[in-house]
């Protein structure tokens, strides 16, 4: 199931770094007064991100001091970085891994990225001989992800991850179990890790997936609760507010919005699904008078038309007061849903059907296609008793079984076709 969604992680994690972190002291018996100045210039290179230069400045004092340490972190920067001359390197490597684990982890990690992975695995095994390191078990089973034996490759991830549990190897782990389709294990990890060290963008962003995927909503909200607070992203109270209105809990997504003070056109986004109309009405009333833009005082006049027909048809006075507040905002660039609303309000109540129609084709003109607006133009021609002109136009509604289904529809449908008798 979730295949797809944590593939892209395996390239990740075969690409990650087991080598150690360098810690250095002046090799013995070094007397020589340049010495840290040496270090120090190397250091400056590398803390300015002139990693080539500071691989070059470790790579020369190697050379110079003959002391390993400093041919470990020029090998380190260059596959750690991508640097040219990592063949090199390693190819002088090869003559001191006896005397560094480091250097052979190295080494190994170089012949993975070249996919010689029989001098790889021959190199980890001899770590996995000689030192109990995470960094081992990890870099073993990379190698064993890449021959393709993923049930070793968890074996030794696992290995890894009892001695250091953090979120790198977690992943690896659920990277392998996607491969294998193994959703249980993947879930019961990332519950594992969330449990015992919080959340995290990555491990929660996975969970709340699988939650979703699994229908656990409960989960899943509280899931995108905690990614919002660990981010500070309203894209997660989007995203939550979205899920429980698509499952018939506007009441529950409109309390989130009031409580994480979303913007205002959620909120009346809310409102309207809810039927609250004089809410929505008054919110937008509210934004109109604050920026002066007309699209609110549209808003305000459509709702308000909505507040008057949840129990019956509006009254000739009430479209009158609606009508009137549309034509103090609206115009030929406003958004064709408003456009129109206020035609078929004139054509309706045949306040000014012909200054209707001219609203509605500016709406089709915008939206050539839409069977809302093509209807009410076809009212439009209805209502002016050209009923062949009527029919022409409403018949290019009739293919949409939903539409053709709704009450105002077959509504029209009968009325045109007794005018067309």
């Not at 491990?203 to 709340?208: I, R, V, Y």
């Amino acid at each position: 199931m979730y295949r797809n969604l944590l593939l892209a992680l395996v390239a990740l994690f075969l690409a990650a770094c087991g080598g150690r972190a360098v810690v250095y002291s002046e090799p013995k018996n070094l007397q020589n007064v340049d010495f840290d100045a040496d270090l120090t210039r190397a250091f400056i290179r590398e803390s300015y991100g002139d990693y080539e230069g500071a691989r070059d400045a470790f790579w020369a004092m190697f050379e110079r001091y003959k002391a390993v340490k400093f041919l470990e972190q020029a090998l380190y920067l260059t596959l750690s970085h991508n640097l040219p001359k990592a063949d090199e390197l390693d190819a002088i490597a090869q003559k001191y891994l006896a005397q560094s684990n480091t250097l052979k982890r190295l080494s190994a990690l170089y012949a993975l990225s070249i996919l010689d992975l029989k001098r790889a695995e021959i190199l980890a095994k001899e770590l996995l001989k000689s030192d109990d390191y995470a960094g081992n078990y990890e870099l073993y089973a990379d190698i064993m992800l890449r021959k393709n034996k993923p049930k070793e490759a968890i074996k030794y991830y696992k290995f890894a991850y009892k001695q250091v549990p953090n979120e790198a190897l977690a992943l690896k782990i659920v990277g392998v179990y996607a491969l294998q389709n193994d959703t249980k294990s993947i879930k019961a990890l990332l519950e594992d890790f969330h449990k015992m060290n919080g959340c995290t963008l990555k491990t929660c962003g996975l969970l709340f997936r699988i939650y979703f995927e699994a229908g656990d909503y409960e989960s899943f909200e509280n899931i995108l609760l905690e990614l919002y607070e660990l981010s500070g992203d309203k894209n997660f109270i989007l995203t939550l507010i979205d899920n429980l209105n698509q499952r018939g809990k506007g009441e529950d997504a409109l309390k989130i919005a009031m409580r994480y003070d979303m913007d205002d056109d959620v909120k009346i986004f809310l409102y309207q699904n809810l039927k609250r109309f004089d809410e929505a009405r008054a919110l937008s009333l509210k934004l109109y008078q604050e920026s002066k833009k007309k699209e609110h005082l549209l808003r305000a006049a459509l709702f308000e038309f909505e507040a008057a027909s949840v129990d019956k048809k509006p009254t000739l006075e009430e479209a009158r007061s609606v009508a009137a507040k549309f034509e103090e905002a609206i115009d030929a660039q406003s958004e064709a849903i408003f456009l129109n609303y206020y035609g078929y309000l004139l054509i309706d109540y045949e306040l000014d059907v012909k200054e209707g129609m001219k609203w509605v084709e500016l709406a089709l003109q915008k939206e050539p296609q839409n069977l809302y607006y093509l209807d009410s133009l076809a009212w439009g021609y209805y209502k002016l008793g050209e009923c062949e002109k009527a029919w022409e136009i409403f018949e290019q509604t009739l293919h949409d079984a939903e539409f053709s289904n709704s009450s105002e529809s077959k509504e029209h449908l009968q009325a045109i076709e007794r005018c067309l008798r």
